[in-house]
Nanobody, 126 residues
């Protein structure tokens, strides 16, 4: 049974930083495309970042334009965990952040990801 468990969310002031973690069980993160998405209140779930699987361009990352230069996705294979380092946070980054996985597609659509975590809330105050 696959489980993705996010942690690390919280309340932070604008300009601050948070690191989200996604601990996986039932799959090996290096063999999957691991993605981060976010959903703000009343809005759709949107792509944030992804890191490709090992044979598909090991470690290649891709970011949504609004987070480029501020967010960084990484993977610790030994811990089977994926991270999202978020710096210079802005109020518009406030959302529930979800970790997701799929074994095939280096995409940005929610429908392309097979497994999902329960989400962790990030709130950025002015």
């Amino acid at each position: 049974q696959v489980q993705l468990v996010e942690s690390g969310g919280g309340l932070v002031q604008a300009g601050g930083s948070l690191r989200l973690s996604c601990a996986a069980s039932g799959l090996t993160v290096s063999n999957y495309v691991m993605g981060w998405f976010r959903q703000a209140p009343g809005k759709e779930r949107d792509f944030v970042a992804r890191i490709n699987w090992r044979s598909g361009g090991a470690g290649i990352t891709y970011y949504e334009d609004s987070v480029k230069g501020r967010f960084s996705v990484s993977r610790d294979n030994a811990k089977n965990t994926v991270y999202l380092q978020m710096n210079n946070l802005k109020p518009e980054d406030t959302a529930v952040y979800y970790c997701a996985a799929n074994p095939w597609v280096t995409g940005t659509k929610t429908t392309q990801f097979q497994y999902w975590g329960q989400g962790t809330l990030v709130t950025v105050s002015e």
